[in-house]
């Protein structure tokens, strides 16, 4: 890939996601290597797949190809052991089925309480190339959602670097340090940053 010459944008990308929550924390995260992002609410193919890796590849090239444009997907889960990593790639509809109190109720009278988010940030250039960039927290679930910040399962997530606090109790500024999506977004913008370099 040759951005540095054939990419006429400085350093800007664009993110296309419908989750203002997403944004809001790429923003914060790219910011801090002089990255700005423009927020492009396209509709992008969401393939099932059993890899959170395949679903952004498969999204980003889509957005890329509806846009004409380079851009950045990203897909996140929530894998949690005593449930053999569910409910991982299918968070989302998950969330929407059965929401935080049906992930506790699974959970009910279970001690292992042992789960990590992993995110995927994919990029795909108009060539249809891709790149991923990958990052995870570890934590624990919760016994009750605590916190009203952030989204999704941020309430019922504690993780094991900041102990006694949920994402949803933590401001984006705290999440971003350890984040799952931060630190993908900062693989990403370390690399991206290099594009331009001389
Ligand atoms: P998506 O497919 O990447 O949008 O994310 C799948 C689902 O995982 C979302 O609907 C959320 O419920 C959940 N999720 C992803 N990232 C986070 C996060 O940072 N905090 C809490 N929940 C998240």
Not at 2 to 17: E, M, V
Not at 24 to 40: D, F, G
Not at 75 to 80: E, R
């Amino acid at each position: 890939m040759t951005l540095g010459r054939a990419f006429p944008y400085g350093k800007l990308i664009f993110f296309a996601t419908g989750n203002m929550h997403k944004f809001n924390e790429a923003r914060r995260v790219l910011a801090e290597y002089n990255i700005s992002v423009a927020m492009v609410r396209v509709k992008t193919i969401e393939i099932q797949d059993d890899d959170i890796e395949s679903i952004a590849e498969a999204s980003a090239i889509d957005a890329a190809r509806k846009i004409n444009l380079p851009v950045i997907v990203e897909d996140a889960g929530l894998f949690i052991d005593a449930l053999n990593g569910f409910p991982g790639p299918y968070s989302s509809y998950v969330y929407r089925k059965i929401g935080l109190d049906g992930i506790l109720k699974l959970l009910e009278g279970i001690e292992n309480r042992r789960a990590r988010f992993k995110s995927v940030v994919a990029f795909s250039d108009t060539d249809g190339s891709v790149k991923y960039f990958r990052g995870f927290v570890e934590g624990r679930i919760t016994r009750v959602a605590r916190g009203y910040g952030g989204f999704g399962f941020d309430p019922i997530f504690e993780p094991d670097e900041q102990p006694g606090k949920t994402f949803g109790e933590m401001t984006i500024e705290e999440k971003n340090k350890i984040s799952h999506r931060a630190r993908a977004l900062r693989e990403f913008a370390k690399w991206y940053r290099d594009q331009f370099s001389p």
